[in-house]
Every structure is written in C-alpha cells, then in structure tokens.
C-alpha cells in the first residue's frame, strides 16, 4: 500500500465517502487560492467535513502519518495562505456552514467556519443587528477565511477589521484535541488571549471549528459623496483634515487616476479624464446630510475640483459602484494584476502614493491604487502581461520596492491579506529578528510536528 | 557575600543609586497590590526604572542570578497581581511617565508604562482626542497597569476595554533582549498578534516599556438618566430591553439595594430606600435627550417606579456621583470588602443578581453588588468583618460561589480584574485542561526559567 493509499484508507476509517475528494482533476482544482505568483503542491486528497469530530479525525490522522494539512474556505484569499502543499489534505470547512444562534440581546452569533461573510451579514440584519467585517469577496468568502485572515474590507475606519469581532473560538489542535478559547460575554481578562492569537493565524497553529462573534445594532443607511481632486497629494491632504477633525465615516475609500481611467474604459461611467483622484466619503449618522457637508467642505479647501453629495441611498449606491469596479477594471487592463496591501500611518499616505508613481516610472509599469484611504490602507496593483516575461520580472520588482516604502514609512506589508506565501521573506523584515523567533516558538508550541499549513507565514 | 547582596551588586553595575530603594521598610509599602486574601512576599529590592536599557539591566540580571521579577504600576490591581514574591525584585514602571507623542492625524499616543491613564486621558483631551479606557482607579493607575489587566471600566459598553486600544508594545523579554509587537498603523496583520497576547498577561510573559495607543474623536458631553425599580429583575429586564432595542449607551450601570443603602448611609444623598436597584444610563450622541427618552419609556415598560433624566452636564454629574461612591459605601458597612468581577452573558444578569441575593443569604453575610451592567459585568462585593475569623471564612466561601454561578451561567470568572493569585484555581476551571495546558506553554515560550511574575495566573 503506498503513503497515498495508507492515508486514504486511515481517512475513510472515520469520514463518510462523501467527505473524500480523490478525482486528482478534482482536487487540483483546491490547489489555488486567488493570488499570483505563488507556487502551490499537488493535494493527495480533498477532505469535506461536516462535523468538529470528522475534523478531529483528519487531524489524528495527520498527525499519526505526519501529513500537512491545509484548511481552506473559499480560497478568495490574496496572499496564496491557502495553496495546496505538496501530497497534503486539504481541509476545505465549507460544508460546515450553519448559523447555530443569533442573540439580539447578548448581540453575538455563534456560527460554523464555512458560513459565507454575506449570508451571515443578511442573517443578523433580520434581527436588527450588523455584522461589519466587509471583505471585498464578501459575497463569496468564509467567515473561517475571515477569522484565519483576520480580514478587513471597507467598513474598517469606522468598525474596525474581523480581529475585533470574534469572542470566542473552538479550535480542534493539530493533534487532534478539541480547544475552547474566549467567551460569549462582552468582556473577559481570564488567562492569555488565546482567541486574538489564532485570529490571523493563516490556519498555522490550529483549525477553526466554530466561532462566537460579537454584533452591533444596525446603523442608519449610509449617505456617500464623492470628491474630485487634481492631485492624490491633495485627496490625501483632504483625507488628513477629516480625520484630524474629528469625523468617524463610514467609509473613507481613494482612487488614483489609473483606477479612475480602468474604471472609466471598463464601464464608461462619465468620469472625468482629467481627474488625477477620486475620494469617497460617508457616514451612517444620525444626520449623514450634515456631516458630508462638513466634509465636503474640507475637501474644498483641500483643493477638489469638485464634489457631489448624494442625496439618498440610490445615489450613494451609484457613487460607490466605481469602487466596487476597481479591482475588475484594473485586472481588465492587461490581463493580469498583482494586488498589494500595504498600510501605512494615515498621515504618511500622501508620500505613500507619490513613492507608487515613482516605483511604476521606474519599472515602466502601470500600477493602479485604491485604498481603504481611512486606514491608511492601499492596494497598489500592478497589471501587467503574464506572458511576458520582462514585465513579470518588473512587476515582482516593483512589489518588493513597494513594500520595502510602506515600511520606511512606519507601516506594516500587510493590512488585511495577511502573508500567506507571499509575503514570508517581508514578514521577517517586518517583525525582525528577536519578533520571528518568539513567533516560531508559538507556533511549535501549537503544531511541534509542523503539519499545520506548512510553508505559510515563515 | 549572601545571595541578595549579589543580587543588589549586579543590580548596582547598571543602574543609579536612586533607582534602587532596599530600605526594608520602604520595600515593604510595595509588597500588596489591593486585593483581600492575596498573600504576598518581602521583595529583596524595589527598582523604579527611568530608561529602556535600565529594564533590560534588571532583566539580564535577573535571568542571570535566576530571581524572580514582579512587574508593578500604581498597585491599584483587585487580584493580587502585582503582589510581590519573596526575595522578589519589584520592578516598579511608575518612574518611565512620559507621553512621547499625541497624533491626532492617524489618532495615536506614544507612551512609557507609567503614564497615569487620567493624565493620558486630559493629555489627549487638549488634541480633541479620547482614550476611553476608565477603570475606577483611573486617577491613580498606570497604562501599563492597564495594559497588564486589559482594564476596563464604565465606558466599555460603547468603547470596549483596553486591549483595543492598545496598537503597539515595546517589550523587554526575560532574558533582556527588546521586542517590538503590532504597529502604527489603523490595520495590520503581519503574523501573529502577540501586541495582544501581551495585553492581560499581568506580566508574566515580559516586562512592557512602550505602547502605542488608538485614539477616539472626543464625543459630546455624555447625559445620564437614573431610573428605579422594585426589583433587581425588573432592572436586568430594561436593560436587556435596552440593548436588544439597539441603542449604543456610553454607560448602562447597576446598583442594587444593599449599595444604594450604603451609599446612601454614607453620603446621605436622599435616595428612596424603598429602591430595590437603581439603573444608570448615558448617551455621549448627538442628541443624547432623544435617545434618553426612549431609553426611559423601555424603562418605564419594564417597571421602573421613578425614571430621572438629567438636563444638563451638571445634573449628570450629580446622578453619577452615587454610583462613584459604591465602593467606598460598601467598604465603610463592615469595614472590609471582598470585590469580585463576574462576567456574564447580558441575558443572564438577572439570573446572577437573583442567585448572589441567595448566595448572601445562606452564607449569612451582606453582599452588594455595582454592575457596569450594559456589559453582564459585575461586582459582587462581599461586606464583612476582617476580625471576625467565622465571617471571614464565610465570606472566602461566597466568594466561590458567585464564580460557580458565573461559569455556569456562561460566564467568566473576570471581566476586567484578572486572574492574579485570587482567582488562580478559577482559572483552571474556565479554561479546561487543554487550554490551561496550552497557555502554561505559551508562558514557558516567554519565561523559560519562570522568573517573570511567579504564581501569579497559573
């Protein structure tokens, strides 16, 4: 019997057939998650299970025969922290996807990791209740996703990222043991936040079974205005003088003009040519009205060429629709795009964006950038031809130059993708050498055999 | 030469002669934090820091020689966390005092350990900013203190507790050496998050000399509302009615009828004896009347026999004074107090204030309890005489009880206390033997030797 065969029939001792994906067509389609440029293994079989104990099992398993184990949602991750190793299971959580309770009172729900971010977001909204964490991918990505990324999205310069969210874990351990950390109550001090630390954790120290998140009542509709500027210096001063004036939007989103140009060609919305960036601003006050008034005009002594309000939620849906193209208009460019999430101190935004400019002269590419401009949090993305190969090159040069100006400027290689493959050699510049150390003796502490989504992070 | 003297000698070789006090009366005033029935040691020398390096003296030393190290602040701890061992070296933070920096652009403070949280508080004030961190002791104690115990306080029902205010940390390991955790940046998700693992570690896994903090836009002027009602139950009832009717209060506070008694004896304040529990509730809104009187009219709906909403600041300020006061009243009913910290489910408070009247009556003792209610946060505090060694035992008994209930209840053993060395026993019971297990691993990664914080949390 080979290793491949041992591990099958060591499998199918404790999951029903149906949990087992063995088709090699099929399971080389679970190799991938969506970022490029990082090299993925070919999985030895997919396993879908529909129970804590079924994960216990693939886990006793693993660690009796030593097999990596890889968890996965709905691979839309951008850092490759769910690409397939080399002969591994892949655990995809996907089929564990019930809501077990919503509690307006208590305000938490209490889910497994294979709920879609949006289904849940429509669930609680029916109680009254708001679940905030916005993924872009919102429509498609897993809440277990969102926990192992500790995922951001739009909503973050008012409610922060998914990290902020979830109270309680149950964890099944790498050798099989089942974990509970957290809490379902507010608040607790009781022992190490062991919660926090496997939030993020890009599925290294352990597999996310189930989850307590805390909710928020359902704000009031938000109202958007969108603002015209002949320079990103100059969105980026706006962005400075709202938040330094004490404002709390909703949203707080910048286009540069090569996204403004992508958005524009893909969906001919009338944009402007000559506008060199577009910001996007709202609010889901009591009096959203007001409070865009406030900030349009710091926008207008921050030098935009022009703003627009809107008036109800129809037209603010309009105004963020050009957001929401961003990424698709850019990708349609040339073909292929490399997204980057470099975050910097809002105040360093400015000469994070012009330090962009000069990179894409440099290297000769075209790189667009939309931001979660609120946070500090850019997404600079390269489009360029996968076919040829000299601009493959530049593209990856220009991502490292990139990264290495978000941390001059005081900022972190990641803001809400997480490291993945992608980012392992920038986490140790990151982190330096002392921070690496004490964060691989955590994760020895959790997975000493290593079988833990291997590869991913260092 | 005996092994103290060599222990102070080293210490010599790195630090000024002010730095060390050794006068063993004066040592002694730093043996206690201010928690009952914590027992404490006699430290061999009290150090007070002024400089990074100066801490990563006393830890090169202490791992060294092998002694153990009692991080401490202001001493204003309930759990005996910062009580001292024997033959200890008190490292005492409260010397490193400095606010490095106030950013109101990306809403950050830069600050050492012992900064007092008021100072930070009216530091940032002055920038339009606010740090909402509150702990009743928040003229007194240090960020670094507050750090140590995730603090909380009243705010925590809008604002959360201080662990999410908390970015970035400096932190001297064990063995000297200084590591950076987290960020300046509004999002960040480069590895592991050990910022956080740091925040409520009571310094048992390093000794923090820095934190970069979050700040908040300053909200309008909070206005309060006090309402009556003929049962604690009633009480609990409004404020479930209060948070599954969505609203965000900046406060949502309980005291029941043995605390309003006390308060009353001591400050004659004119409140009605025949109030069984006595709700507080505040919006810092922009219209913080309106929600006020919805809040009064849930109020109303579930009983409450008197609803006063304050008109302005200084009627607010007036409500809030009894509530100020309920520690010091319940103090001054037997002489001593037992304060406890049961956190539960917000559905279940009326369950918990039901079963500590119970608990009170069968142990025979008087126990009042002050809630930050919005939060199932409580403060059962037991009233008794330390000379009257039956009501002493009586007490330590009832004191069990009420973390009994809590976990069974669903809740914590602490909200925001700790665990010190009060609630050490506790703690293995919440966390279960596999997480107990884990987290005994995570402190071996820090504290290989175990000198940091010794017999405080395990």
């Known amino acids: 019997m080979s290793r491949s065969e041992g591990l099958l029939a060591r499998l199918r001792d404790g999951l029903p057939a149906e949990a087992l994906l063995t088709d090699p067509d099929v399971t080389a389609s679970y190799a991938n998650d969506m970022a490029s440029f990082c090299p993925a293994g070919t999985p030895a079989v997919v396993v879908l299970p529909r129970s804590v104990e079924q994960v216990q099992h693939v886990m006793r398993v693993a660690t009796e025969l030593g097999v990596p184990v890889v968890p996965q949602g709905a691979r839309t991750g951008l850092s490759g922290g769910a690409n397939a190793s080399e002969g591994c299971v892949v655990l995809s959580l996907v089929k564990m996807d019930r809501i077990l309770e919503i509690n307006p009172v208590d305000r938490i729900a209490v889910v497994e990791p294979g709920v879609i971010n949006a289904t849940l977001s429509r669930a609680v909204n029916e109680h009254g209740l708001h679940y905030p964490p916005d993924p872009s991918s919102w429509e498609m990505c897993t809440i277990g996703g969102n926990i192992g990324t500790a995922s951001g999205g739009l909503c973050c310069v008012k409610y922060g990222v998914t990290a902020e969210y979830v109270l309680g874990l149950d ?88 996204t ?138 220009s991502f490292d130059a990139i990264m290495g100006l978000g941390l001059e400027l005081g900022g972190t290689i990641t803001g809400e993708h997480g490291v993945g493959v992608l980012k392992k050699e920038w986490l140790a510049r990151e982190l330096g050498p002392v921070g690496l150390e004490m964060q691989r003796r955590i994760k020895e502490v959790f997975d000493p055999l290593g079988i833990l989504n291997p590869g991913k992070l260092f």
């Not at 400075?240 to 003009?257: T, Y």
């Not at 060199?276 to 921050?302: H, I, Q």
Request: proline letters at 4%; a negative charge.
């Open 260 to 397: 403004v140009k992508a958005v524009n060609d893909l969906a001919n919305m009338g944009l402007p040519e000559t506008t060199e960036a577009l910001l996007m601003c709202a609010f889901d006050t009591a009096d959203p009205a007001a409070d865009l008034a406030a900030v349009g005009a710091l926008c207008e002594a921050a030098g935009a060429t022009q703003v627009v309000p809107a008036d109800d939620a129809a037209e603010s849906e309009l105004l963020l629709q050009a957001r929401r193209l961003a990424l698709n208009a850019l990708e349609a460019v040339k073909g292929t795009t490399m997204i980057d999430d470099v975050c910097v101190p809002r105040s360093r935004l400015g000469d994070l964006l012009e330090g962009i400019e000069r990179i894409a002269e440099e290297h000769k590419l075209t790189i667009g950038v939309c931001a979660h401009a609120g946070d500090g949090n850019t997404h600079p993305t390269v489009c360029f031809d996968a076919g040829d190969p000299d601009e493959s090159r530049r593209a990856r040069e």
């Open 171 to 258: 964890v099944v351990l790498a050798d099989g043991r089942l974990m509970s950390t957290g809490r379902r109550t507010a608040k607790g001090v009781a022992g190490y936040d062991l919660t926090r630390l496997f939030v993020g954790s890009e599925g290294s120290l352990g597999i996310v079974v189930g989850a307590t998140l805390a909710l928020k009542p359902q704000p009031p509709q938000q109202l958007v205005l969108a603002a015209e500027f002949a320079s990103a210096r100059a969105a980026c001063d706006a962005i400075c003088a709202i938040m330094e004036a004490g404002h709390l939007p909703s949203l707080l989103e910048l286009m540069d003009r090569t």
